[in-house]
């Protein structure tokens, strides 16, 4: 049997749900151009899913679509671009 070599291999603990519910509340964030955001793998939607290296990195918003948000994560010394779904992150909570 040849081994899987998938972008989900290995990430079972990573892109497993827990008992919490999420529900609509993604969708009540108006994010804007510059926003620190924290990406956060919803397992639920397999569309536009970040890869797993980049789960619980931060990032900031470059551009925001409808329903897509274009989000730059530095990776080591390089600029990654995501782009992905809203439920696929959260907004960076700063504490004044």
Do not use: C, W
Request: proline fraction near 4%.
């Amino acid at each position: 049997m040849p081994r899987s070599h998938g972008t989900r291999r290995k990430a079972r603990s990573i892109l497993t749900k827990d008992n919490v519910v999420r529900g609509i509340s993604y969708l009540l964030h108006d994010y804007k151009v510059g926003d620190k955001v924290i990406i956060d793998v919803d397992p639920r939607e397999q569309t536009t899913t970040p890869h797993r290296r980049f789960h619980g990195r931060i990032g900031v918003v470059k551009e925001v679509g409808r329903r897509t948000l274009k989000v730059s994560v530095m990776f080591g010394d390089k600029e990654k671009i995501l782009q992905t779904f809203l439920n696929h992150v959260r907004p960076l909570a700063v504490e004044a």
